[in-house]
């Protein structure tokens, strides 16, 4: 069993500064500027998800972030022999496998690994082998942690959304029952091991339960800061969250 060391990490997710890039299609905002922002901040690292049908980051934008960043790159990616190759090639401080469908706006629900486990652990291996740290992001469900240990991840990544919608659309009784739920997912997957993490939808309102969990290492947000980076600037949104987080793990 790993034990639980430091102090509650914050990655920055910047995929949604290249979506405002996008949707104008020129070169600003830029997610590197943000992601150095970011790391002034507070940051401990920097998330970015390299879509296949490249939405938002780019391939470019990987290849400045691995150049121009001082804290670790968490490399989010579908499960696909073309992003195996990327990440092969950048080598990042860890990838995160997620699931991946065109159709959504965002990473719906986790990867159903129980239902795969062969194909992954071949898939994964080589990932380890290149030295990334190996992250699956899964629902808060004992059989896919169960799964993702068997397959050799060294982390999961626990999806909090269902969690923060429940808190966003007033069923109290839900979202404290998925609270729970992802409390004793926490601690289960820690006795096996692995080292966890948790991430989506988490707000200034919704982090502080998550934050308090002794068995979570990181924490990935991106969405709400960005979004609350309008109103108050990058920097001051990164740090409230930290400050949070900071104190629910005091």
Aim: net charge negative.
């Amino acid at each position: 069993m790993t034990k639980y060391a430091g102090r509650l990490r914050l990655g920055v997710n910047i995929d949604h500064v290249a979506t405002v890039r996008n949707a104008r299609g020129g070169a600003y905002p830029d997610p590197i500027r943000a992601a150095k922002i970011a790391e002034e901040a507070g940051a401990d690292g920097i998330t970015a998800h390299l879509r296949e049908d490249r939405r938002h980051i780019s391939d470019a934008d990987i290849d400045g972030l691995m150049k121009a960043l001082d804290v670790p790159l968490n490399f989010e990616m579908a499960a696909t022999e073309e992003m195996q190759k990327i990440a092969l090639r950048h080598k990042p401080h860890a990838v995160c496998i997620v699931p991946e469908k065109r159709e959504e706006r965002t990473t719906e629900g986790g990867l159903e690994v129980a239902k795969d486990e062969n194909r992954l652990a071949h898939f994964i291996a080589p990932l380890r082998d290149a030295g990334c740290r190996v992250s699956i992001f899964i629902a808060a469900d004992q059989k896919q942690i169960e799964a993702a240990h068997r397959i050799g991840a060294q982390v999961i990544e626990l999806h909090t959304g269902a969690y923060c919608d429940a808190h966003a659309e007033g069923r109290p009784d839900e979202r404290d029952a998925e609270l729970e739920r992802l409390r004793e997912m926490s601690t289960y997957a820690h006795s096996l091991g692995l080292e966890v993490h948790a991430g989506h939808g988490l707000t200034y309102e919704t982090v502080s339960p998550v934050a308090a969990f002794p068995e979570v290492m990181e924490l990935n947000i991106g969405h709400f800061i960005i979004g609350e980076a309008i109103f108050m600037g990058l920097a001051p949104a990164i740090r409230e969250m930290r400050r949070l987080m900071d104190e629910a793990r005091a």
